[in-house]
C-alpha cells in the first residue's frame, strides 16, 4: 500500500524537480524576459491517465504545414536561451514550400542549417495539443498540478501567460478579462479550446499579420487580407454556380490576381470614363476636391451634405489602394457604367462587392451580413431596370451598402456611419438614388406603393386635362348613386368611388416606370407590412414586391419567448410553410405556386428562386422588365444572410452587425502611400458646407418692427380698456352651426374646383373627417386605407414627395398617436410637406377617455421641420389652410376641435376680428405669428396697476375672454390688475418676438398659459423659452400654467367635462383671482 502511494508522489516530486531545472536553465526573471519568445511544449505523450510520461517520448514529427497555423517571431542568435529539452524542435519557415515535411529524427540539424542565415524565423505549433507558457516562475503551476487530479493539462485546455495579455483578443477575436489577474502568473481558459479558430485556413495569415508589427523590416501590404476575404468567401463554391470561363477568371484576377493590361475592353462593352482619382497626382488638393466634388454631384450624390475631409486626398489613397484589387469596380462611379459591364462578367463583379464590403466595413464596422446576403439583388436591379427614374425602396436600409457603393459612393465609405459622412441606412438627403429614407422596418411596402399611387394620380390627372382639351369639357361631374354603404357612423353613399377602385383593378397603367420594393421575412411580419399588403392588392398599385426570404425573421438570438419557442409570428410560420412545397414550373419567366398567401391576397406569384444566383436573378428579372407586370405582384426569392465563415465566427448573431477590426485586425496606415506627398499633414483648412433644405419660414420674425405703432392703433380702434362693457352670453349663443371640420371641408372644395392635384387620405375616418362630400364629387382624390394607421402616415409621405401633388392625411388625434413613430421616422425626418389634419383634438366630450385629443401638443412639440396650428376660430382656420395649399416646405399639424365654429358675431364683438377683411388678407401676416386680442399699456409707475397677461393654445379661446369678463365685473380687482389677451395659435414656429414684448417692453409682471392639452404641450415650449433667456430672474415675473391634468378624462358633454376639469369660464376666473391675490397682491 505505501509503494503504491510512494510511486505517484515520487514522479511528481522528480517532474517538480525535473522542471525546476528547466525553469532555471530557461527565463529566471519574468520582468526580463524577452515578451517576443513563447516556449512550447507538445503534450501528445505527456499527458496520461495516472502518471506523467518520460520525456523521451515527447517530440514527435510533425508534418504538412498548413496544419500548423500560429506563427511567433524566433531569433536564432538567441536559441542557446531556449531550455534544452526543446533542442529536437522543428523549425519551419514560412518561405518554404507547402510539401515540406519534416521529422526532427532524420535530419533535423541538416535542414536547420540550410536556414541559419535566415535571423527572423517563424515556429509553427499544431494548434491542437499544445501548451503556451513562458516560463517566469514555476511556483505558481502547483496548484494546477495538484487541481487537475491525475492530469498537468487536459489538451483541449489553453494556460496563457499574463504578459502575452494583448495577443489574447487577436487570438481570439473576442476579449477574455477574466483570463488574467494580478495574482496569478498563469490562468486557464476553458472556454476556448486550444487556441480553437473557426477555420484552420483562417487563423495562418491572420494570426501572421498580427505580429507584423514587430517585424519592422518586413514589407508591409494588403495582399494577405485579399487572400483571407477569398478564404471567407470560398472561392470554390463557384465551381458549383458559375461556368468554367467565370470561375477561371474568378481565379485568374482575385486569387492569382493577374490583372490584364487592357481589363477594360476585355469585361467591358463600352468605354467607361474614368474617375479624376486616375489622375488625382496632377492636381492639388483644392483642385483635386473641386473635380472631384463635380464628379459626386454627376452621380447623384448630395455631396455638400459630406464633410470634406471625407473626400481628401489621404482617404481617396486608401479607398483607391484597396480597389487596386477589384478592377472592375475601380471603374464603376454609377449605373451608367454598371450597365456597360457585360452580363457574363457579373459574378466577377459580385466577387469584388464582396471583398470590399468585408474589407471596408471591417474598417468602419456597420451592417454586414444583411448586405452581403442582398448583393445580387441589388447589383442587379441597378444593372437592368432604370433607376433613379424607377423608384426602388429598401426595406429598413441597413442591406443597401452595394446600392450606396454602385451609386457613386464607393469613395466616400470611410465615413460610414461617422458624422457628417453617408449614412449606414438610406437618406433623402445623401443621393438621388435613395428614393425613401429608413431605419426602422416594415417601411418600404407603403412607401411604394405611395410612390405609385402619386405617379398615378398625376398621370390621371394629365390625361384627364388633356381629354377635356379636347371634348372642350370642363367641370366636374356628377354621379348617381346606387346604394349606400355604413361607413364609421355616417351613411355615406360610396359606389362611385367603388367603382373608380374596380376600374383600376382591371385596368393597365402606362406609368412607363417600375415601382420596386425589397423587403425581408421579418419585416413582413411587421404590422404595417401586412396593413400595405393588403391595401396595395385591394388598389392593384401595380407594384413589384421583392420578398427577400432568408429565414431570419428577428435576429437569431436563440432566445425563447414565454410559449417556449422562437419568437416567430404564424404569418413567418406560413410563410416559410409553403416555401418547402414543391414548385410548378410554367416558364423562364414565373414559378407559379398555387394557394399561397400572396395568390390568396391577389398577387401574382413568382418563386422561388435562388436570391445569391446571379444568373437566375437576372433571368427573371430581365423578364420582367421585357413584359411588365399586370398586377401587384411578389417576387420570392431565397438568399443566405451568412456562409460557412459567419456562421463559424458568430454563430449567433450571424454577424448581423460587426464592430471595426471585428472580422481582422487592420492598421489604416497600410493604406497609406509612403511614397507620396503625406497628406495628414495638410494644413488646408476643412469646412462644411452641409446644405440643408429651406428651413421654417421666418417671416414673422419682422412681425412686431413697428409694435408700438400698430399695438397703439389697435388700442385707439378697438379697445377701449377704461370702459370695457361686455354683454353677458350664453355658452351655446357663441357658436355657429358649422364645425370645425365642416368648414374645412368647405374650403377644401373651393380649393379642388382649381387644383385637382389635392389627395386626401384617411384610415377608415372618412365621415368624421370630413371627407364624404369630396369623395362624391372627386372620388379618385380620396383614399380610404381602413384600421391601418401606420401605413396611412408613410403612404402618405411617400405620395408627399410628389411635388406636383398636395397630400392631405385627414386622422383623428387619438389614432395618429398608433402612428407616431411614422410621424418621426418617415415624414418629419425627411422633411416631406404633409399635411396632417387633426379632427378631434382637445377634449372630445362623449367620445371619453379613449378618443381625447388631449396629447398631441405634447408628442407633437418634440418636431423640428413642421409647423404645428392650432386655430381657435373660423378666420383662422380659413388662413390655416391657405396656407398649408401653398406650403411645400416641411410637414404641416392642423388641429381640429370637435366643435362647432364661433359664429361672426362672437368673433367681431369679443374676439375684435373683422372677419369679411381678414379672411380677404394676404397670409404673409398669419404665418408664425400670434392673434392679440387685448393688449394693455396701463403704465404702472402711473396706475399701480399690475399687468396680466393670458397666452390661449388651442380652441377654448372662448374660456379665456370670458372669464375675464368675469374678472373684470370685480371692480376692486380691477384697481390692482390689468389684462392682456394673445392667441398664440402656432406651437411651433412659436411666436418668440410677442413673448419678447410683453416681458421686456410692455412690462408685464404675471404670464398665464391655458391649453386644451395635458402638460408636456405649450407651457413646456413657453416655459423653456422663459428660463432659456432667463426672463423670470431677470424680470421678477410671475408664471402660471393651466393645462388639462393628466388623468382619464370620461364621457361627458363639452360643457360638462369642461366645468369638471375647472376649465370654464368661472371657474378659470377663480383660479386666475386666486392666483394673483397669493402671489401678487
Avoid at 556 to 569: E, K, Q
Wanted: charged share 25%; with cysteine; hydrophobic share 35%.
Amino acid at each position: 500500500m505505501i509503494n503504491v502511494l510512494i510511486s505517484p508522489l515520487f514522479l511528481i516530486l522528480l517532474h517538480l524537480l525535473v522542471l525546476t531545472i528547466i525553469n532555471s536553465n530557461g527565463v529566471n526573471n519574468k520582468y526580463k524576459a524577452n515578451k517576443n519568445r513563447i516556449y512550447l511544449k507538445k503534450l501528445g505523450k505527456l499527458i496520461k491517465k495516472s502518471y506523467l510520461s518520460n520525456f523521451n517520448h515527447n517530440f514527435n514529427s510533425f508534418s504538412n504545414s498548413l496544419n500548423y497555423n500560429i506563427h511567433y517571431k524566433w531569433n536564432k542568435n538567441r536559441s542557446n536561451n531556449i531550455n534544452k529539452f526543446y533542442n529536437n524542435w522543428a523549425h519551419y519557415d514560412s518561405k518554404m514550400s507547402n510539401d515540406f515535411s519534416y521529422s526532427p529524427n532524420k535530419g533535423g540539424n541538416k535542414v536547420y542549417n540550410k536556414y541559419n542565415n535566415i535571423m527572423e524565423k517563424t515556429k509553427c505549433v499544431n494548434h491542437l495539443n499544445f501548451l503556451f507558457i513562458n516560463y517566469f516562475n514555476f511556483k505558481y503551476l502547483k496548484k494546477y498540478i495538484f487541481k487537475k487530479s491525475e492530469l498537468l493539462c487536459n489538451k483541449k485546455e489553453l494556460f496563457f501567460h499574463k504578459s502575452y495579455k494583448k495577443y489574447y483578443s487577436k487570438l481570439f477575436n473576442k476579449r477574455k478579462e477574466s483570463l488574467y489577474n494580478s495574482q496569478n502568473l498563469l490562468r486557464e481558459n476553458k472556454e476556448d479550446s486550444c487556441i480553437a479558430c473557426n477555420n484552420e485556413k483562417n487563423i495562418n495569415s491572420l494570426f501572421k499579420l498580427k505580429h507584423e508589427e514587430e517585424l519592422n523590416d518586413e514589407k508591409k501590404n494588403i495582399d494577405l487580407y485579399i487572400d483571407q476575404i477569398n478564404s471567407f468567401l470560398n472561392v470554390e463554391e463557384y465551381k458549383d454556380i458559375y461556368d468554367k470561363e467565370v470561375y477561371n477568371e474568378i481565379i485568374k484576377l482575385y486569387v492569382e490576381k493577374k490583372i490584364p493590361e487592357n481589363y477594360e475592353k476585355i469585361y467591358f462593352s463600352e468605354d467607361v470614363k474614368k474617375s479624376v482619382i486616375f489622375d488625382m497626382d496632377k492636381y492639388d488638393d483644392t483642385e483635386f476636391e473641386k473635380i472631384l466634388e463635380e464628379e459626386f454631384k454627376n452621380n447623384g450624390v448630395f455631396i455638400n451634405n459630406i464633410d470634406k475631409k471625407y473626400y481628401s486626398k489621404e482617404n481617396i489613397l486608401r479607398i483607391k489602394k484597396i480597389l487596386n484589387y477589384l478592377p472592375l469596380l475601380k471603374l464603376i462611379n454609377n449605373p451608367s457604367d454598371l450597365k456597360k459591364l457585360k452580363g457574363k462578367y457579373l459574378p466577377l463583379l459580385a466577387h469584388e462587392l464582396k471583398i470590399f464590403l468585408f474589407f471596408v466595413i471591417n474598417i468602419t464596422g456597420g451592417h454586414f451580413s444583411s448586405s452581403l446576403g442582398l448583393l445580387e439583388i441589388q447589383l442587379l436591379l441597378l444593372y437592368i431596370f432604370n433607376q433613379p427614374v424607377d423608384d426602388v425602396v429598401y426595406d429598413i436600409g441597413h442591406q443597401s451598402y452595394i446600392h450606396k457603393i454602385l451609386t457613386g459612393r464607393k469613395f466616400l465609405f470611410s465615413s460610414l456611419r461617422k458624422k457628417n459622412g453617408i449614412s449606414g441606412y438610406l437618406s433623402i438627403f445623401e443621393s438621388v438614388y435613395d428614393k425613401f429614407g429608413a431605419g426602422h422596418s416594415s417601411t418600404s411596402l407603403s412607401a411604394i406603393q405611395g410612390f405609385y399611387e402619386s405617379d398615378w394620380q398625376v398621370n390621371d390627372k394629365e390625361k384627364q386635362k388633356k381629354k377635356k382639351e379636347e371634348n372642350h369639357n370642363d367641370g366636374a361631374t356628377s354621379v348617381s348613386f346606387e346604394k349606400k354603404l355604413h361607413n364609421n357612423g355616417d351613411n355615406c353613399n360610396m359606389t362611385n368611388m367603388l367603382c373608380e377602385m374596380d376600374l383600376r383593378r382591371n385596368n393597365s397603367d402606362d406609368l412607363n416606370k417600375f415601382h420596386i420594393a425589397a423587403i425581408g421575412d421579418g419585416g413582413l411580419t411587421g404590422g404595417m407590412a401586412l396593413e400595405a399588403l393588403n391595401y396595395i392588392s385591394f388598389l392593384n398599385s401595380k407594384v413589384l414586391i421583392i420578398y427577400n426570404d432568408n429565414g431570419e425573421v428577428s435576429l437569431p438570438t436563440n432566445t425563447l419567448s414565454i410559449s417556449g419557442v422562437r419568437p416567430i409570428g404564424s404569418i413567418s410560420d406560413h410563410l416559410h410553410s409553403f416555401v418547402t412545397n414543391k414548385i410548378k414550373n410554367k416558364d423562364n419567366s414565373s414559378n407559379i405556386k398555387e394557394n399561397n398567401i400572396f395568390e390568396n391576397l391577389n398577387y401574382d406569384y413568382i418563386g422561388l428562386i435562388d436570391g445569391n444566383n446571379i444568373n437566375e436573378v437576372y433571368k427573371v428579372l430581365n423578364d420582367i422588365k421585357k413584359k411588365k407586370i399586370k398586377k401587384s405582384t411578389i417576387l420570392h426569392v431565397h438568399t443566405r444572410k451568412s456562409n460557412k465563415f459567419i456562421d463559424l465566427k458568430s454563430p449567433i448573431s450571424k454577424m448581423h452587425f460587426v464592430k471595426k477590426n471585428e472580422i481582422f485586425s487592420f492598421d489604416l496606415n497600410l493604406l497609406s502611400d509612403n511614397n507620396k506627398e503625406n497628406y495628414m499633414m495638410r494644413n488646408t483648412k476643412t469646412c462644411n458646407t452641409e446644405e440643408k433644405n429651406e428651413d421654417i419660414k421666418k417671416n414673422y420674425e419682422t412681425c412686431y418692427k413697428e409694435k408700438e405703432k400698430l399695438l397703439g392703433e389697435m388700442n385707439n380702434e378697438v379697445i377701449k380698456e377704461d370702459n370695457i362693457e361686455y354683454d353677458d352670453i350664453e355658452y351655446e349663443e357663441m357658436f355657429d352651426k358649422r364645425t370645425f371640420t365642416d368648414i374645412y371641408t368647405e374650403e377644401m372644395l373651393k380649393y379642388l374646383k382649381k387644383d385637382q392635384n389635392i389627395i386626401f387620405i384617411s384610415p377608415a375616418m372618412l365621415g368624421g373627417s370630413g371627407l364624404v362630400k369630396i369623395g362624391q364629387v372627386y372620388p379618385k382624390n380620396v383614399y380610404d386605407v381602413g384600421i391601418s394607421e401606420q401605413h396611412a402616415a408613410t403612404f402618405s409621405a411617400a405620395m408627399a414627395m410628389n411635388k406636383k401633388l398636395k397630400i392631405y392625411l385627414c386622422i383623428y388625434s387619438t389614432f395618429l398617436q398608433r402612428a407616431y413613430d411614422q410621424i418621426i421616422h418617415d415624414i418629419n425626418l425627411q422633411k416631406i410637406p404633409l399635411k396632417v389634419v387633426l379632427g378631434r383634438s382637445g377634449l372630445v366630450g362623449e367620445d371619453g377617455a379613449t378618443h381625447q385629443g388631449i396629447y398631441d401638443l405634447t408628442y407633437l412639440g418634440a418636431l423640428k421641420n413642421a409647423y404645428i396650428i392650432s386655430p381657435s376660430n373660423s378666420v383662422d382656420l380659413k388662413k390655416t389652410l391657405k396656407f398649408s395649399y401653398l406650403n411645400n416646405d416641411c410637414s404641416m399639424f392642423i388641429r381640429l376641435p370637435k366643435l362647432n365654429t364661433l359664429n361672426n358675431n362672437y368673433l367681431t364683438k369679443f374676439l375684435n376680428i373683422d372677419v369679411q377683411k381678414e379672411e380677404d388678407d394676404d397670409i404673409s401676416n398669419f404665418i408664425g405669428k400670434a392673434r392679440i386680442i387685448k393688449m394693455s399699456y396701463h403704465n404702472y409707475n402711473n396706475t399701480k396697476k399690475k399687468k396680466v397677461i393670458i397666452f390661449n393654445m388651442g380652441s377654448m379661446l372662448y374660456n379665456v375672454v370670458n372669464a375675464l369678463k368675469e374678472i373684470e365685473k370685480d371692480k376692486n380687482f380691477l384697481k390692482l390688475f390689468s389684462f392682456s389677451i394673445v392667441d398664440m395659435i402656432f406651437l411651433n414656429p412659436l411666436d418668440k418676438n410677442i413673448i419678447d414684448y410683453v416681458v421686456k417692453e410692455n412690462k408685464h409682471h404675471c404670464l398665464i398659459t391655458y391649453e386644451d392639452n395635458v402638460i408636456g404641450g405649450f407651457s413646456t415650449h413657453f416655459n423653456n423659452y422663459l428660463v432659456g433667456n432667463n426672463y423670470i430672474n431677470k424680470y421678477n415675473l410671475f408664471v402660471h400654467n393651466i393645462y388639462l391634468p393628466n388623468e382619464p378624462i370620461e364621457c361627458a358633454s363639452h360643457k360638462d367635462q369642461q366645468i369638471a376639469l375647472k376649465i370654464d369660464k368661472y371657474n378659470l376666473a377663480k383660479r386666475i383671482k386666486s392666483y394673483l391675490k397669493d402671489n401678487l397682491t
